[in-house]
């Protein structure tokens, strides 16, 4: 203990043991040596790294990217072919995870929700059963569901020559669902861009209808004029776009289906894995999540008359929100991260494709850092969005 | 809620008209209510009479591919006549008794650690349990010693496999993320920020994709001449994995030791080591149990991933039964199901545990 020594005007000069002794240069002495040795680790494997790539003869950098790929990909949302680059075969891959994962959440969001709902509901039978689709599918490993259900599709439905037809145009077959679409056109693109304005004119309505409202105490039918808005500009669109009716419809030729829109056995075994599986963690999310709200909240809209609709969407619905977000968007997160399994069953998602151009250019440490780097700034993008939108609903403390 | 207000009449009457009255109020409860109940069970009336038809009335345990054709049901002899493949991978045949008691010895150890938590007389003995029990599973495991044969953990596989890469996973994933969360909570802020960068990294990406780094990347990290074979690569890359994740759970636990605490740990001019091993960890160590058990559970479902990597664990075994011969590939759900059941009653009982620890633990704080 230097200090009080300093406090009685000791005129002894400060040793380097006092130094040693002091809480803040031990800190930083602290902080010193953890930097060094992690500089010095780090400096260790990049020079063995580099001194390895030198005698194997490989180059670093990401020039590669601009080299043809020379593969094919089984399913593509771009134009793809092997002769494209492997920057474009790596888009398609990033393109397919995004699909498979943005269809995974609103799915399990829906079956996790209603599962959630279903644990507490005052029926015993549904009770029981929500329990066990729960406890069942979130205690195998998500893994062994995929390989279930990649080894299940192509064995349980036949070959395309006698394709089951549940709906008309709907065709199941080995190799995949086949469903009925419309003709690319210039309408369906005019569409698109209605439907982005409708929600841009959507969002200044509701500010107006919330300042009104705050002003007059006038409620606003939002939710009707919302619907309104997006359904008139988008069939606007349609009618100039000039009402296009032109469908593909999946038909046998040949050995093969032709036309429609092809959903593989892959991309199913992935999608249908991961939403049974993430929606048992969702359903327990939702479950506490409804849990978490005091019985006197309703009690308390009850007693101010205030309708049980609108109670469950002004005052239930906003708490249970605030608990259920955080674990929510974990949840999300894990679809995302979980995706990558798809590797295993050959969906060609970011990684299956990251993985073929690590086989075929050996660029191990580029081909790595690219699909990690890609996982981290979606994890981020999507923390950030969710930290966001959770101070924006979280308890104003007086 | 509202209904523990007031008590529940008792149940009065015979069996029959308690099974009505029972009924009435959690079955037929009005017509949604009703139709809900009617629904349910003519799904379970689908569901459950056909599966147990195919998985017990036509089923057959018969282990050869003739007996299997026979049957309309399960082919139960498929894990039947490759129940050593699936249960212990190419371990050599006649050794196949030491990853069975290697096996024993860890479910052993981790029941014991978990049993451990509730009774405090097996409490001390949690530690001296893992630093014997690892070396005896190593050497039954590697062998080489006491007249053991040598087996390359090339060859380990199937279910001990999967247990030893979760538990050593988690056991020395233990140590690094514990201070991986004491590093996120320091005033340091160089070393902060080092922790907090390491664990979001981690965080941040699959870990397939730390697997393909650990298979693919650290043979490049090496010098000349040294190299780890492809078990431990997985082992180290799971280690580093996990230890992200528990050290959010041992955040989680720091943060719920009052303030309080660490200030009494300063006025009593203890050292910040003295505070943190006398004080601090020993509440928030109880805190994190539970959770600390669910990532055990999540490592462990997780540890089928290093198939992708080309490991034989007890997913991989599976797959290696079902390629043994093309005549059992069809089995497949049969295989499945068999590897399924496994993980969950693994699972689901250790979740359960968790679960009732979680509550034992919050009784004391209601006192």
Redesign the interface.
Same mark, same amino acid.
């Given at each position: 203990m230097s200090k009080p020594q300093h406090a009685h005007g000791d005129v002894r000069s400060k040793s380097f043991v006092d130094y040693l002794n002091d809480e803040n240069v031990r800190?930083v002495l *602290?902080?010193v040596i953890?930097?060094g040795l &992690?500089i010095l680790a780090g400096w260790y494997?990049v020079s063995?790294?580099l +001194?390895?790539?030198e /005698?194997q003869n490989i180059s670093t950098g990401y020039g590669f990217l601009d080299l043809e790929a020379s593969f094919e990909i089984g399913e593509s949302m771009i134009d793809y072919s092997a002769k494209s680059d492997y920057a474009t075969a790596l888009l398609v891959g990033l393109l397919n995870t995004v699909k498979v994962s943005v269809l995974g959440i609103i799915l399990c969001t829906l079956i996790g929700t209603i599962f959630g709902v279903a644990r507490l509901?005052?029926?015993? &039978? =549904?009770r029981k $059963?929500a329990t066990a689709y729960v406890?069942?599918f979130r +205690? &195998? %490993?998500? #893994? $062994?569901q995929l !390989? !279930?259900w990649y080894? #299940?599709i192509p064995?349980a439905f036949p070959h395309p020559r006698d394709a089951l037809e549940p709906l008309p145009g709907v065709l199941l077959t080995s190799r995949g669902m086949y469903l009925p679409v419309p003709v690319a056109d210039n309408a369906y693109t005019l569409m698109g861009i209605a439907a982005i304005i409708a929600l841009v004119v959507i969002l200044f309505v509701k500010s107006w209808a919330k300042k009104r409202q705050d002003a007059t105490g006038q409620p606003f039918p939002m939710f009707l004029a919302g619907l309104g808005i997006f359904v008139g500009f988008v069939f606007l669109a349609y009618l100039i776009g000039g009402a296009p009716t032109e469908m593909s419809i999946p038909a046998l030729k040949g050995f093969n289906i032709r036309g429609g829109y092809n959903i593989s056995p892959e991309f199913l075994a992935v999608l249908i894995g991961l939403t049974v599986y993430t929606s048992t963690y969702v359903a327990e999310v939702v479950r506490s999540g409804i849990q978490a709200v %005091?019985?006197g909240q309703w009690e308390a809209a009850d007693s101010l008359g205030v309708r049980r609709s609108v109670a469950l969407r002004k005052v239930i619905l906003p708490q249970s929100m605030r608990v259920a977000i955080p674990p929510l968007t974990n949840q999300y997160l894990n679809l995302t /991260?979980?995706s990558?399994?798809a =590797?295993?069953v050959g969906y060609p998602d970011l =990684?299956s494709v990251s993985?073929t151009t690590?086989n075929q250019t050996g660029q191990? &440490?580029e081909a790595?850092s690219i !699909?990690?780097s890609i *996982? #981290?700034g979606l994890?981020?993008l999507t923390s950030l969005f969710m930290n966001w939108f959770n101070k924006k609903m979280a308890l104003v403390e007086r | 809620m509202s209904e523990n207000a007031k008590l529940p009449p008792l149940p009065v009457g015979t069996f029959v008209e308690r099974a009505v009255t029972w009924s009435r109020k959690n079955l037929f409860d009005g017509w949604f209510n009703t139709l809900l109940t009617i629904g349910s069970i003519a799904f379970l009336l689908w569901l459950i009479p056909p599966l147990i038809q195919w998985g017990i009335v036509n089923a057959t345990l018969a282990p050869t591919i003739e007996g299997c054709a026979e049957v309309t049901g399960a082919c139960w002899g498929f894990v039947n006549a490759n129940l050593r493949l699936i249960l212990f991978g190419t371990y050599p045949y006649e050794e196949q008794w030491r990853p069975l008691l290697a096996m024993i010895v860890l479910m052993g150890i981790i029941c014991a650690s978990l049993g451990g938590v509730k009774y405090p007389s097996v409490r001390k003995w949690i530690i001296p349990m893992w630093v014997v029990g690892v070396p005896i599973i190593a050497i039954l495991m590697w062998g080489g010693v006491l007249g053991l044969t040598y087996v390359q953990n090339s060859y380990w596989g199937g279910l001990p496999l999967t247990l030893i890469l979760s538990a050593i996973g988690i056991i020395f994933a233990f140590p690094f993320g514990l201070l991986l969360a004491l590093g996120r909570q320091s005033n340091m802020p160089a070393i902060r920020t080092a922790s907090v960068v390491y664990i979001e990294i981690i965080r941040g990406v699959p870990l397939i994709t730390v697997l393909f780094m650990a298979s693919v990347m650290f043979p490049l990290f090496l010098p000349d001449g040294v190299s780890i074979d492809k078990l431990l690569r997985a082992q180290i890359g799971i280690i580093l994995f996990t230890a992200a994740y528990l050290a959010e759970v041992f955040r989680g636990g720091l943060q719920a030791v009052p303030r309080g605490q660490f200030e009494a740990g300063d006025s009593l001019a203890l050292s910040y080591w003295q505070s943190m091993r006398l004080i601090i960890l020993p509440q928030a160590l109880r805190l994190v149990i539970p959770p600390t058990v669910n990532s055990f559970i999540s490592m462990l479902k997780d540890t089928t991933l290093v198939v992708i990597i080309g490991l034989f664990d007890f997913l991989g075994t599976v797959k290696l039964a079902l390629r043994s011969d093309p005549a059992w590939t069809k089995y497949y759900v049969e295989g499945y199901a068999f590897a399924a059941a496994i993980f969950f009653l693994i699972c689901f009982s250790m979740a359960k545990y968790s679960a009732y620890l979680e509550k034992e633990l919050r009784k004391g704080e209601q006192r």
């Open positions: 800190a *602290y902080q953890a930097i &992690i494997l063995n790294t +001194n390895n790539l /005698k509901s005052s029926n015993w &039978i =549904v $059963l406890e069942t +205690n &195998i %490993p998500v #893994l $062994l !390989f !279930f080894a #299940l064995s %005091p019985n /991260k979980n990558s399994l =590797v295993a =990684v993985n690590m191990a &440490i790595i !699909f990690m *996982y #981290l994890s981020l | -």
